[in-house]
């Protein structure tokens, strides 16, 4: 009964687009697919919409070969990252295209439509024009067309994207209870996005991607506190995960000529070169700590992104209030020691402080 | 500084507005003059300079047979073909144009570029090229001197213009929007005259204009392919052009025959500025 893909490769002119996926997701779950562009995530949300035909590997739903049917005749919903309406058609009329293609009845139209702008928060927009709507109001009624025809796959690729900051915060938030109340247990949501964030709140079975190819699965939870390899860890953080090659030694870890106290849960690894990794959030600034020079100062909202540099390692602290920084001026920084992640010479997780799940 | 700018920008509009008016004025002038106006002394304007006379007019409509030269049929023959020719040539230009914005074709060393270029190939070379060619192939099917042929050899000229423009305008349109009516349970057609047409308006709006001005003022392939039977407007006009040139009658049919590409730019124009055509997609 569940949507399966296995081993799907997509190389259009010899390119890997998407190379060996698997998949089985199930009904009544939220799965979240995060890659940064051009990973491969809207690739393969047209390859589950039928959009686009993979080269080789199978796809079924509800124990049917989905490949064999086409996108018309599959039951799923897809929003775009670009606000996609029908520009000739009012909202009323966007919203029910698709219930109008599936021949439902007037009362029913009627019923699933009110319910759908009720959810978006779209109520009393009905007649308006597309054109005269604003990036998120057309985005709703994009959700809106997708929640009224209760698809059984509904796809969204990279909603909140296109929308300003402040929009974004707003919409998802409202996406969760959306999604929450809104959505049948009969349905897959299938929602790809690059900010981690989106991934962390969504909080749903997560799909590492990355030049087509799969990196890791698993809970939110376990990816924040378990990235399988160098790569998820800077995929899945925003900032990405500071990344310092070192040495670990019995009682310290060292990096460009700062030791650091060793933390109790590295006492098992061998000692030898590591990539050493921490989040821009545990990195403090202190009269007491090590020197570095900044490179660049960025505000985002309430907080500081400092981009810093020492010896070969550049790394980018995050400084939660708004300060004013020259460039080029040395600061001192302080490490949290007790959140370092360590990975060996493959770039392999060997070490997190929330411990390695599979070995 | 600005002041000197706005002195010379309306200086120019002016200069170039009585360039372009002019000599209609100085044609509707004209069609109300006699032989006697026209040719004693330079006259201008009526009443004052000369005694109108309707007669330039009137000589248009009256059949030859009572002395007329007769433009209500070459007129009607003109608007069957180029209206005729460019329906033709939009329907088949816009799905020509839509395949070839969609979908990828192989064969051989052809690509969608060469198929859009060998329609654009068709107005690169010149027209006379083609006049040989076009009096065998209409003479071989018999349809030389026949308003058929006319609209056959129109949509040859007009359609590649159709393409052209459709092209650019469905490459503009997102291809997410046929993606989304997909996905929505159209099938490709549905997709097609569901989602896509209706949204293309401008753009056929525009790709209209210009096979109805191309068709319209054609001259050189009008001139070739008839004899007796079929006359087109624009070649009756130059045929008015006789041992005695009437300047009053030749006046009234140029400025009759010009009369329907005003009223489609006016039209058109009023239309795109209204902005429910402009910006109907981004």
New interface residues.
């Given amino acids: 009964m569940n949507l399966i893909g296995k081993n799907i490769t997509y190389k259009p002119d010899n390119q890997f687009h998407l190379k060996d996926v698997s998949f089985d997701f199930k009904k009544g779950n939220l799965y979240t697919i995060l890659g940064r562009t051009l990973s491969g995530k809207t690739t393969f949300l047209?390859t589950i919409?039928?959009?686009l035909t993979p080269d080789t590997g199978e796809l079924s739903f509800e124990d049917k070969d989905f490949r064999k049917i086409?996108?018309?005749?599959r039951n799923?919903?897809?929003v775009?990252q670009?606000f996609?309406n029908?520009?000739?058609l009012n909202v009323y009329e966007n919203i029910i295209?698709?219930l109008k293609?599936?021949k439902l009845s007037e009362e029913q139209i009627k019923i699933d439509v009110e319910g759908a702008l009720k959810t978006v928060g779209l109520v009393g927009f009905e007649n308006r024009k597309i054109?005269e709507l604003s990036g998120g109001q057309q985005q709703r009624v994009a959700l809106a067309?997708s929640l009224a025809?209760k698809a059984k796959i509904l796809l969204l690729d990279e909603p909140l994207v296109n929308l300003d900051y402040k929009l974004r915060e707003q919409l998802r938030e409202e996406f969760k209870r959306i999604f929450s109340e809104g959505l049948s247990q009969d349905t897959i949501l299938i929602y790809s996005t690059t900010d981690p964030q989106e991934v962390m709140e969504l909080n749903g079975e997560v799909i590492v991607l990355d030049e087509g190819k799969v990196l890791q699965k698993g809970a939110a939870k376990e990816i924040f506190e378990n990235p399988k390899n160098l790569k998820v860890a800077e995929i899945s953080n925003d900032p990405p995960m500071n990344i310092l090659k070192g040495i670990k030694s019995s009682n310290e870890l060292n990096f460009e000529n700062i030791s650091i106290n060793l933390p109790t849960y590295f006492k098992n690894l061998e000692d030898q070169n590591y990539y050493f990794g921490i989040r821009a959030s545990e990195i403090k600034l202190d009269n007491k700590g090590e020197e570095f020079e900044i490179e660049l100062a960025e505000i985002s909202g309430s907080e500081t992104l400092l981009h810093l540099k020492r010896g070969d390692s550049k790394i980018i602290a995050l400084i939660e209030e708004v300060m004013n920084f020259k460039i080029h001026e040395k600061v001192k920084v302080k490490f949290n020691e007790n959140k370092f992640y360590a990975f060996n010479n493959n770039e392999e997780l060997v070490s997190s402080p929330y411990g390695v799940l599979n070995g | 500084m600005h002041k000197i700018y706005t002195f010379l920008k309306y200086t120019f509009i002016t200069l170039w507005t009585v360039f372009i008016v002019a000599p209609f004025l100085w044609a509707i002038s004209t069609s109300f003059k006699d032989f006697q106006s026209v040719n004693s002394k330079v006259t201008y304007i009526p009443w004052l300079d000369f005694e109108p006379t309707l007669e330039g007019w009137r000589v248009l409509v009256k059949s030859p047979a009572r002395g007329g030269v007769d433009i209500v049929e070459p007129y009607f023959n003109s608007i069957f073909v180029t209206c005729t020719a460019s329906l033709i040539s939009i329907i088949l230009g816009t799905l020509a144009a839509y395949a070839l914005s969609r979908f990828t074709f192989k064969a051989g060393f052809v690509r969608n570029n060469d198929i859009t270029f060998f329609f654009i190939s068709q107005r690169i070379m010149p027209p006379i090229v083609l006049s040989i060619p076009f009096f065998i192939f209409l003479s071989t099917i018999g349809l030389l001197d026949s308003l058929l042929g006319l609209v056959v050899v129109y949509i040859v000229l007009l359609m590649p213009i159709a393409v052209w423009i459709m092209v650019d305008f469905f490459n503009r349109v997102?291809k997410?929007?046929d993606?989304?009516?997909?996905?929505?349970?159209?099938?490709p057609y549905?997709a097609f005259y569901k989602?896509v047409l209706?949204?293309s308006i401008p753009g056929l709006i525009v790709a209209g204009m210009f096979c109805i001005i191309f068709g319209w003022i054609d001259f050189f392939f009008a001139f070739i392919l008839t004899f007796t039977e079929v006359q087109l407007l624009p070649v009756k006009v130059v045929a008015l052009n006789s041992s005695i040139t009437p300047w009053w009658s030749l006046s009234a049919s140029a400025l009759i025959s010009v009369a329907p590409l005003i009223i489609v730019a006016f039209v058109v124009e009023r239309y795109l500025s209204k902005g429910n055509l402009s910006?109907?997609?981004k």
């Avoid at chain 1, 086409?70 to 005749?73: A, H, K, R, S």
């Avoid at chain 2, 993606?179 to 099938?187: F, Q, V």
């Fill in positions: 047209k919409a039928g959009l086409p996108v018309w005749e799923v919903a897809m775009y670009q996609i029908y520009p000739h295209f698709p293609q599936r054109q067309r025809k | 997102p997410e929007l993606e989304t009516a997909l996905i929505d349970g159209c099938n549905q989602v209706p949204n910006g109907a997609l």
